[in-house]
């Protein structure tokens, strides 16, 4: 599946409500995946405030598991190729690779799988999704104007 705008996007985290994900730690209860979404880009917004891409992946590396249900191995792909042509190629790729045992890693990789693991386990106030809309419709602008480039 590709998402073809924002709206779509919006739709498939607000569908992450509700919808649990591995622990944060052993033994520790499931998470929702759309409050993991929103702590996972809140932490990297604090981390990392210029970096919308960054942030962005982590908001989206969570939706995955609504797109292939019960492939848990290719839930990284398939949020990827989901986002790729919205956000980019860096989201895309951040958003792969984010995984634990993804190899080799770059600073923001690192950065990322970070926030991801913290946010599965903290329990602060992320803000709401709505919140994220304008910058989700930046990138997505960038993005399109990149590709109408090449």
């Not at 996007?9 to 929702?32: E, I, N």
């Not at 990392?48 to 249900?69: C, F």
């Not at 634990?100 to 599965?120: T, V």
Request: with cysteine; hydrophobic share 40%.
């Amino acid at each position: 599946m590709e998402l073809r705008g924002v709206e779509e996007l919006m739709d498939l985290l607000y569908a992450c409500r509700g919808t649990f994900g591995a622990p944060g730690f052993p033994g520790g209860p499931p998470v929702d995946l759309h409050q993991h979404a929103l702590r996972t880009a809140a932490l990297l917004r604090r981390s990392r405030p210029a970096d919308k891409e960054l942030q962005l992946a982590g908001l989206a590396h969570v939706i995955g598991p609504l797109l292939r249900p019960g492939d848990r191995t290719a839930h990284p792909d398939c949020a990827a190729d989901a986002v790729r042509s919205l956000l980019g190629e860096r989201v895309a790729g951040l958003v792969r690779g984010h995984r634990p045992d993804g190899g080799l890693a770059d600073d923001d990789l690192l950065r990322l799988r970070q926030a991801a693991e913290e946010g599965r386990c903290a329990g602060f106030d992320a803000g709401v999704l709505e919140d994220w809309r304008t910058v989700l419709e930046l990138v997505a602008a960038r993005n399109s104007r990149l590709g109408a480039v090449d």
